[in-house]
């Protein structure tokens, strides 16, 4: 299998040993022949379709071409009914990523039952809080909604939900209505139950957030509903001359766009601070309103997830003149390269402080790479994932001697794509929007890759095939996997399921390995 | 620094040091965090009977249901048959929500197809989006058969399927006697337990009555076979094949209907089958002329067992079979309606639980439970711990209605053991912590959510229902049959002398009762 496997290798020449096998990783491809036989790919691939289909899905794949300022792909176009799409809803993307994080308000999943049951808990957004008292990321509250309240309009029920959610969850600092399908169906006045009862409670923040699934395309329109249901119902509502509760300094700044999944964040904070900022607010892993009305106190605006939270940044910029960067915290190169880059903002001190915290996380990245890179040189993964992560990864894989060969968004646009061009995939990668399962179980089987980071849909389908793989949403319930800690982990993990035995094992000695058989047909 | 390379610290350790939680305790600060004492108070306050009062009188809020919607019944109930695409029709969320559950529970793929409406179709129809979503489906995955159901939005704005599936044939999306069977499974309606009922009947009507007018309706003759329906249940690869090894033992002709049993638990060989198993479209035809059809679940075949009654079969259904009682109810069901003698085999089974019983059952006799899930699940485990001895204190079921609520009432009034026992219908899990603060008990089962209530309560959990997303493998085996019943014992078991055990080894203080023999 080993054998059949390096034919169909573009990493760069080169002999390595591990574990006692001989791999010869000896390239036979150069980058023009990769790019044809991953064009070549993409037609064989597109002939599936009925014509009008194929037609519409060839815009969304291609081969990427070395010093295009974009990948060549169309996205955030509505996915393809019947072909099995990997993305989400609105919904998903504003109660599941933007708010449910937000820890100290109840969020109400407002309709049927189902959607709030299917994200209970699921995204491990981690927080510290004591849950169900004065914490409520992990709670599921829904109106549950039956026919009569289809029928008759569900606001009165609403009004009723929110007196019991005063009752019974007295500490709560405020309650968000993530509408789901029929709110907007049935023509339900969410917008005017919240102002009625935020008066009744004496100006209790209550956010009615329209994000139905079926609006829009994916997630994204979810992350811009959310987003401006912030700057409509939290920061237009907060008193111009409300004064933050701690004296500001002028090395405030607020992170933007992590979700503490398995504790990101928090491995993220710790640097920043270390190198002599202060972080005021998290948007939204571990946050509270209190940080989201703060915010606009901070001077500088630091943005992971560029996909979900731009909207609010630049808001931010234009209102309140708040400067925002990216950064990217996976793997020690593109670290460093972001603690320089937001020191930039800053005087000295803090331009001191972040060549500090780079020497002293030096000597863990070290040992990290001298342990698992031997283990992965010239392994070759494939990506799909959602929001920053199909180009964020990328130095993280390649800081630990990984090529990824093929990438794309599960809801990007088109400046996701800008940018992953223009600093993160070489020549010749394999670029697919908005994939289905079809397509992406073809491209791997042909493409072989050594690794396959993606979702929980897709996980199962990729180890049933034999190949390795990591959720790489949730860190398949690993984690942190940002900042120097992170890092280690992010190593650990690729190593674990790369090099797991159990690979070597899926085939039953008496039968014939049909892989190999496959690749000496051709 | 906590981190190192030769011992990699990951999220379950790697916050506990100095320094995150110094950070972490600045960052208090910036939350506006309400007085501690407060909290504590308010959390006090939520364990008494005056928060349990106002916890009942809630009305509109439901926190923590233990439900899900009807669609997610009907993927499941779809891919029981060979060859079987379920497609969704409406937003396209809902299925990724779908796929994601099941493949969290059994560790599986989960394969579904949505028909991906949006706002243009919430404005004129879903139509074209049947028309396109059916022609891409079966170019795509090559099913035999797709299943088509809805989510909320398209059950909202009246979407009619039995006229968007004719039109799609008309347009050539599929080959006119392609098979789409169709139901209408509205989420503001019922639980997934319904949608598995819907989707059933859905696709049984189809090839029973005619398909949809497009071929004569089946003439029943009939034979000597019998229909199993398994329901929706989170144990079905473990329980539809012990079914299957008890019919075979018992020599009946028979037909699972919505076996899922094998796609739920396909190898990893090197290949990826989408597919595998399920009932045949042939069997599911041929179905209409057994003798009889017995559904495991009530609850989730009210609708299709009616309807099998319909076309003049003898129906008979359980309430998630699990002991003794019920396996010998089932067992012998199934010999008088087959006309077939019980094995020899099945009574050494019976006698090797009944065994295991006896040895246990000194652990078990007059420990307190609480128990929640669907309603079939509920009633069964409440059955099984009456015979053992036990006492089902509390069972909740948040989709269980007004005759679940009678029949466990009837249950729980037929044991000396059920005498201070309680049924709740329509209610969720905070509701459930109030019972478990108020009036405690020894145990809880559930679902993996039970583990917050665990946390909070104390109430140690023994898993069992659907999702459990937190342990592994468990679904492969049976709880049905008398090996299942044996299974059921040992997960409760394990967990008593594990908190047995708890409570008795701290050194040189309770370790006096550590004992090495139980």
Redesign the interface.
């Known amino acids: 299998m080993l054998v059949a496997k390096v034919l169909v290798k573009n990493s760069p020449s080169q002999q390595l040993t591990f574990e006692g096998h001989q791999m010869s990783l000896a390239s036979t491809q150069s980058i023009a022949e990769i790019r044809a036989r991953n064009k070549e790919l993409i037609q064989e691939v597109l002939k599936?379709?009925?014509e009008?289909?194929a037609k519409r899905r060839a815009k969304h794949l291609n081969v990427h071409q070395a010093g295009k300022s974009d990948c060549g792909v169309k996205s955030n176009i509505?996915?393809?009914?019947?072909?099995?799409?990997?993305?989400?809803?609105?919904?998903?993307g504003s109660k599941g990523v933007v708010w449910g994080p937000i820890k100290?308000m109840v969020h109400?999943s407002h309709?049927?039952?189902?959607?709030g049951?299917?994200?209970?808990?699921?995204r491990r957004n981690?927080y510290?809080g004591?849950?169900?008292?004065?914490s409520f990321v992990?709670?599921?509250?829904?109106?549950?909604?039956?026919?009569k309240?289809?029928v008759f309009g569900g606001d009165k029920?609403?009004v009723?939900?929110l007196d019991?959610?005063q009752?019974?969850f007295?500490?709560n600092?405020g309650i968000t209505i993530q509408s789901?399908?029929?709110i907007?169906?049935?023509g339900d006045d969410i917008e005017a139950v919240s102002r009625a009862k935020s008066k009744e409670y004496g100006g209790k923040t209550i956010v009615p957030v329209r994000c139905e699934?079926?609006?829009?395309?994916s997630?994204s329109l979810g992350h811009h509903i959310a987003n401006d249901a912030v700057r409509d119902w939290i920061f237009d509502q907060v008193e111009s001359d409300g004064k933050p509760?701690?004296e500001p300094t002028p090395y405030d700044v607020a992170i933007i766009g992590d979700y503490n999944i398995?504790?990101d964040a928090?491995?993220s904070?710790?640097l920043l601070?270390e190198m002599g900022l202060r972080?005021?607010?998290?948007w939204s892993g571990?946050g509270?309103?209190?940080?989201l009305e703060?915010t606009p106190k901070a001077k500088l605006n630091i943005l992971h997830c560029y996909r979900s939270m731009n909207y609010i940044s630049r808001h931010m910029e234009e209102k309140f003149g708040i400067p925002w960067c990216e950064y990217n915290f996976f793997g020690p190169s593109k670290i460093a390269e972001s603690l320089r880059r937001i020191a930039g903002y800053f005087d000295d001190k803090i331009k001191e402080g972040a060549e500090r915290v780079i020497e002293?996380?030096q000597p863990?990245v070290n040992?990290?790479i001298?342990?698992?890179r031997p283990r992965l040189e010239g392994k070759t993964v494939m990506l799909y994932v959602g929001g920053l992560r199909p180009r964020h990864v990328i130095g993280a894989y390649e800081d630990l001697g990984m090529e990824v060969i093929g990438t794309g968004y599960e809801f990007g646009h088109n400046d996701d794509y800008q940018r992953t061009a223009q600093h993160y995939v070489k020549d010749g990668t394999l670029i697919y929007d908005d994939v289905?399962?079809?397509e992406f179980?073809r491209f791997v089987e042909k493409l072989q890759p050594d690794l396959v980071g993606s979702?929980?849909?897709e996980?199962?389908?990729?180890?049933?095939?034999?190949v390795p793989f990591r959720q790489m949403h949730s860190w398949d319930y690993?984690?942190?996997y940002h900042g120097?800690?992170g890092f280690?982990?992010f190593?650990?993990d690729m190593d674990m399921a790369i090099n797991s035995p159990?690979w070597k094992k899926?085939?039953?000695p008496w039968?014939e390995d049909?892989?190999a058989k496959l690749l000496a047909a051709e | 620094?906590?981190?190192?390379?030769?011992h990699?610290?990951?999220?379950l350790e790697?916050?506990r040091g100095p320094?995150?939680q110094q950070?972490?305790a600045?960052?208090k600060?910036?939350?506006?965090?309400?007085d501690p004492a407060?909290?504590e108070r308010?959390?006090e306050w939520?364990k008494t009977a005056e928060?349990r009062e106002?916890?009942f009188a809630?009305?509109?809020?439901?926190?923590?249901?233990a439900?899900?919607?009807q669609?997610?019944g009907a993927v499941f109930a779809s891919v029981g048959f060979e060859g079987t695409l379920p497609?969704v029709h409406?937003?396209?969320?809902?299925v990724?929500?779908?796929?994601?559950?099941l493949?969290?529970h059994f560790?599986?793929?989960?394969?579904?197809?949505?028909?991906?409406?949006?706002?243009d179709?919430?404005v004129f129809g879903g139509l074209n989006?049947?028309i396109?979503?059916?022609?891409?489906?079966y170019?795509?995955?090559k099913p035999k058969m797709i299943a088509v159901s809805t989510?909320?939005?398209a059950e909202?704005?009246g979407d009619d399927l039995n006229a968007f599936i004719k039109t799609s044939k008309e347009k050539g999306s599929v080959p006119a006697d392609f098979d789409v069977p169709f139901a209408h499974t509205?989420?503001?309606?019922g639980?997934h337990v319904t949608g598995y009922d819907n989707a059933l009947k859905g696709i049984l009507e189809h090839f029973w009555d005619g398909k949809a007018g497009t071929a004569p309706k089946l003439e029943r003759k009939q034979n000597g076979a019998i229909n199993i329906i398994g329901g929706f249940d989170g144990y079905t690869v473990g329980n539809l094949r012990e079914i299957k090894r008890i019919l075979a033992l018992m020599g009946i002709q028979h037909t699972i209907l919505a076996d899922n049993s094998e796609v739920f638990d396909?190898?990893?060989?090197?290949?990826?089958?989408m597919y595998d198993g399920g009932t045949t479209l042939e069997d599911a035809a041929n179905a209409i002329h057994a003798k009889a059809t017995i559904s495991m679940q009530q609850w989730c075949t009210e609708k299709t067992l009616p309807f099998v009654a319909e076309h003049g079969q003898d129906v008979a259904s359980f309430n998630y079979p699990v002991g003794l009682s019920a396996t010998d109810d089932l067992i012998v069901a199934l010999s008088r309606i087959s006309g077939k003698e019980i094995p020899e085999q099945l009574a050494r089974e019976r006698g090797r639980l009944v065994d295991a019983i006896a040895d246990s059952s000194a652990h078990i006799h007059g420990k307190k439970f609480a128990i929640y899930g669907d309603p079939d699940l509920c009633y069964g485990l409440a059955a099984f711990l009456l015979e053992l001895g036990a006492e089902p204190t509390h069972v909740l079921s948040t989709n269980g209605n007004k005759a679940w609520h009678e029949k466990m009432q009837v249950l729980l009034a037929s044991s000396p053991f059920g005498q201070d026992c309680q049924a709740y219908p329509g209610r969720d899990l905070?509701h459930m912590?109030s019972l478990l603060f108020t009036e405690p008990v020894d145990f809880l089962i559930g679902n993996t959510?039970g583990k917050?209530l665990e946390r909070?309560t104390g109430t140690p959990l023994i898993r069992i229902g659907f999702p459990i997303?937190d342990r592994h493998h468990h679904h492969r085996s049976p709880l049905w049959g008398y090996q299942g019943g044996l299974n059921v014992l040992v997960k409760i078991l394990d967990k008593i002398f594990d908190e047995i055990d708890k409570k008795t080894n701290v050194l040189g203080k309770t370790d006096s009762s550590f004992d090495i023999i139980r």
């Open positions: 599936v379709y009925p009008k289909t509505k996915s393809i009914p019947g072909v099995m799409t990997i993305r989400g809803c609105a919904y998903a100290d109400i309709g049927p039952v189902g959607c049951q299917y994200s209970w808990g699921s981690y510290v004591t849950t169900g008292i004065d992990t709670l599921q509250f829904t109106s549950d909604f039956q026919e309240d289809i029920k609403l009723k939900i019991e959610i009752e019974l007295p500490l600092n789901e399908c029929p907007g169906l049935i699934g079926f609006r829009g395309v997630q509760k701690f398995g504790g928090w491995s904070r710790i601070e972080v005021i607010a998290q571990d509270s309103l209190a940080e703060a002293k996380y863990l040992a990290v001298e342990k698992y289905n399962g079809y179980e979702g929980i849909k996980k199962y389908v990729f180890q049933k095939m034999g690993s984690g942190p120097y800690d280690a982990i190593a650990r159990v899926t085939k039953a039968k049909s892989r | 620094m906590a981190q190192s390379a030769e990699v610290l990951d999220h790697l916050f320094e995150y950070m972490l600045k960052k600060m910036f939350e506006n965090p309400r407060e909290v308010i959390k939520t928060y106002k916890n809630r009305e509109a809020l439901a926190v923590n249901p439900k899900a919607c669609p997610l497609f409406g937003s396209q969320g809902c990724a929500y779908y796929r994601s559950h493949s969290r560790k599986e793929p989960s394969s579904c197809v949505s028909s991906s409406m949006t706002e179709a919430a989006n049947m396109d979503g059916l022609a891409n489906s170019n795509m995955y989510t909320c939005m909202v704005i509205p989420a503001f309606v639980s396909t190898p990893t060989d090197g290949e990826f089958r905070w912590r959510y917050y909070d997303f």
